[in-house]
């Protein structure tokens, strides 16, 4: 069974970086698409990127040029770098693999 552990959270202020981590265990991880998604208070949880098995990322237009996602197979890890931040980023990040797999979150606070 797939576990995901989220890391790399914390308190920024606007216009500073962090990067996440999302560390993979329990399966084969060169097979899944791996994506990130944010939860703000009193907000659904939204989608933020995704990066297939080939490489192809995407983003939600909001984080585009300022977000990347990327992936390193040979240690079973998936980051999310984040840049330019902004207090709007604000939010609970997760880690998702395909077929309902979550971590368990992890704090971002952007502060102005």
């Known amino acids: 069974q797939v576990q995901l552990v989220e890391s790399g959270g914390g308190l920024v202020q606007a216009g500073g970086s962090l990067r996440l981590s999302c560390a993979v265990s329990?399966?084969?991880?060169?097979?899944?698409?791996m994506g990130w998604y944010r939860q703000a208070p009193g907000n659904q949880r939204e989608f933020v990127a995704r990066?297939?098995?080939?490489?192809?990322?995407n983003y939600v237009d909001s984080v585009k040029g300022r977000f990347t996602i990327s992936r390193d197979i040979a240690k079973n890890r998936v980051y999310l770098q984040m840049n330019s931040l902004e207090p709007e980023d604000t939010a609970v990040y997760y880690c998702?693999?395909?077929?309902?797999?979550w971590g368990q979150g992890i704090q971002v606070t952007v502060s102005s």
């Open positions: 998702n693999a395909p077929g309902g797999i």
């Open positions: 329990g399966s084969i991880f060169s097979f899944y698409a």
């Open positions: 990066i297939t098995h080939s490489g192809i990322t």
